[in-house]
């Protein structure tokens, strides 16, 4: 499932192929429940005629703000694509076309038919139940900690809360924890200031590579946005927990070791992370 780095290149990419500033002339849509919680019919009524004023991220949202102040968000889930394309694509597995005013189309792709398209009228409507983002600059370590001590969950499912801090998933939380050297299994209020400081630092660091190096799973298939832009995320190269059962780790040569916390596969070193 995309994270915030690769939600972030999608975002990216749809703000290099430059659709903010045109309107929505035309929106079809093939299967219903890709929508939420609007209707087929309510949800054209309200896009149709719309100009695109931006496009940016929240959390693990793709959100297109519209010219009248309201928000079009897009969760991708686990196969959801968008294709930019002049003309039409075809595919039986296209569940929504977007025709822009310059005669390009905005198509998602949806295999599985998890990802959901939302049409709020301010971002407190969808978004309110949200936690910081961890790339602000509002968020110090200082508050980061005192946050942690607030909570007596373990660290990695946690982390996962969106509700907590939004945008992390499985792989950068893993990647973090083994950063800040870190047992996923550990209480959040046992956790001194110097190493939440740590964890923030190690959380920022992994996920600005990562959205340099265009996500993990963005180098799948044809990745979650097709355009001229688009190359594969290389960013699963440098993972160093993920995915990495029993091979060495990089800093101790112990093997990696995986286990289930909060009902989620986790990866990590038994001997740099001890509990």
């Known amino acids: 499932m995309p994270e915030l780095p690769e939600v972030e290149t ?3 990419d749809l703000v290099a192929a430059q659709i903010a500033g045109h309107r ?17 019919r309510e949800f054209i009524r309200r896009v149709t005629g719309r100009k695109i004023a931006g496009v940016t991220r929240r959390a693990k949202f793709i959100v297109f703000q ?5 928000l079009l968000t897009l969760h991708l889930r686990m196969t959801g694509q968008l294709h930019l394309t002049r003309g039409g694509r075809g595919d039986k597995h296209d569940h929504l076309h977007l025709e ?21 009228r301010n971002a407190a409507e969808i978004f309110r139940a949200l936690g910081p983002e961890p790339l602000d600059g509002q968020l110090t370590p200082a508050a980061f900690a005192q946050r942690l001590h ?6 990695k499912p946690l982390l996962l809360d969106q509700g907590f801090l939004a945008g992390l998933g499985n792989i950068y939380v893993d ?26 630092a ?37 993972l160093k927990a993920y995915g990495r059962t029993g091979k060495p780790c990089v800093r101790c040569g112990t093997a990696i070791k995986r286990i289930v916390v909060g009902q989620r596969s986790t990866h990590f070193c038994p001997q740099c992370q001890k509990r």
Do not use: C
């Open 24 to 40: 929505i002339r035309h929106v079809e849509v093939l299967h219903p429940s890709i929508l939420a919680p609007l209707p087929p």
């Open 202 to 238: 190690a959380i920022r660091k992994i996920l600005s590579a990562a959205i340099r190096a265009r996500g993990t799973t963005l180098g799948l298939g044809e990745g979650n946005f097709a355009s001229p832009y688009h190359m594969h995320g290389t960013f699963k190269l440098k």
């Open 66 to 70: 519209l010219d009248d102040g309201g």
């Open 100 to 120: 822009l005013d310059d005669g390009r189309t905005l198509t998602y792709h949806d295999p599985r038919r998890f990802g959901r398209w939302k049409l709020a």
């Open 175 to 200: 990647e973090s924890l083994f950063a800040a050297r870190l047992h996923p299994r550990r209480r959040a209020q046992t956790v001194k200031p110097v190493q939440a400081r740590a964890l923030l």
């Open 10 to 12: 999608v975002v990216r």
């Open 150 to 155: 607030q909570h007596h969950r373990q660290l």
